[in-house]
Structure formats: structure tokens, C-alpha cells
């Protein structure tokens, strides 16, 4: 195991370092997928664990301004809200300038519309609930403390944050191309040169 992400990608002879954080059993080749946790048997929510690297996301182990793109897929909503915003400051760093931050998470104001049209019986286990309420709460059944959720972002606080992380906000609609589209929130956001 590499500690460095940068090593990593030498040793691997990429041209480009693209990361892909929290990567669950997805593994995404071409990108140095990344993850803090080994696969438990009794998580319902992923289907394995297959990190190239595995590393606490909160401290990425990579140089600044080294890093062309990073993509988070239902990742950001397991922090609280000032951790994430820690996370968004870090990305920025690693960021080279005009670097792509990718994100795909739930959108709350998305999920309250999905859950209010939904006909949620107080009789329907947890696990079967429908797909507004289970964002807002994430994984409360397989008794694995990180795969709650603790935050759940709506459109405007994202982009107003991404903003004073210094990122240029190119995309953000509920057009998610991995998990529910309508429901979840699809964002990239472009590296400024420097943080406004």
C-alpha cells in the first residue's frame, strides 16, 4: 500500500490524477479510487469494498494544485455540514486551477418534495422506505455508523459554499447520472486560481 496518492500515480504511470472518493464496491479504472472502509458483510448499502487506496478522505495524502479531477457519488451527506465544508476547502487545494470537482448527493429540498408524495406507511420497515425518506437519514438499519447520513445539502447552500471555497459553479441541477435522478443533486464545479 502507497501512502501517498502522488507516488501512487507515478508508480501506476498516470498522465492525469483523478480521484474517486468513497468508492463503495465501485471501481472506476483510470481513476485512483479511494476509500476509508473494508466491505462488512451485513452493509446493505454497497455491494464490496475495492479501493486501490485506502485513506481517511478528510486527509488526502496528495501534494497541492496535483489533482485534474475528483468525484464523490453519495460521499458528502455522511459528514456533518462543517466537515463537508472542511472537505470542500481541502478539494480546492489539491485542485490544480481549473480542476473539476464532481458530487452526486441528495437534494433536500428534492427529497421532502419525493417524500410528501410518497404514500410512507408507519407498517413499512425502514429498510423499504421510500427514497425521499431514506436520504435524509441514510443507513440506519445495518448499525454501521458510517454509512449514516448527517447532512443534507439543498442546491443554493451548495453552490454558495463551492463559491467561497473558490470553486466556479458550472453544473448544478437533478440530473444525477449514478444514483436517482430528480432526487439527487449533480454538481461540478470548477478550481479558481485562488479561493474568493
Known amino acids: 500500500m502507497f501512502n501517498s496518492i502522488n507516488s501512487y500515480a507515478s508508480r501506476q504511470g498516470m498522465n492525469e490524477i483523478n480521484l474517486h472518493l468513497g468508492c463503495g464496491g465501485e471501481n472506476i479504472e483510470g481513476w485512483i479510487n479511494i476509500d476509508n472502509y473494508d466491505y462488512e458483510g451485513k452493509d446493505t448499502s454497497r455491494s464490496g469494498s475495492c479501493y486501490d487506496l485506502k485513506m481517511d478522505i478528510r486527509a488526502l495524502d496528495a501534494a497541492d494544485s496535483s489533482v485534474d479531477r475528483i468525484l464523490l457519488v453519495h460521499v458528502l451527506e455522511h459528514f456533518t455540514r462543517w466537515a463537508a465544508i472542511d472537505l470542500l476547502a481541502q478539494f480546492h487545494r489539491l485542485l490544480r486551477p481549473e480542476g473539476l470537482l464532481l458530487m452526486e448527493h441528495p437534494d433536500l429540498d428534492a427529497c421532502i418534495k419525493m417524500y410528501l408524495e410518497s404514500q410512507a406507511s408507519i407498517d413499512t420497515p425502514l429498510g423499504a422506505l421510500n427514497l425521499g425518506f431514506s436520504q435524509f437519514y441514510g443507513n440506519q438499519w445495518d448499525r454501521l455508523d458510517y454509512e449514516t ?48
Not at 447532512?151 to 443554493?156: A, F, G, R
Not at 437533478?174 to 443533486?185: T, Y
Open 149 to 196: 447520513h448527517r447532512y443534507v445539502w439543498t442546491k443554493n447552500e451548495m453552490a454558495s459554499e463551492l463559491i467561497k471555497a473558490g470553486f466556479e459553479v458550472l453544473v448544478l441541477d437533478n440530473q444525477a447520472k449514478f444514483h436517482v435522478p430528480g432526487r439527487d443533486m449533480r454538481v461540478i464545479a470548477r478550481a479558481c486560481k485562488t479561493p474568493r
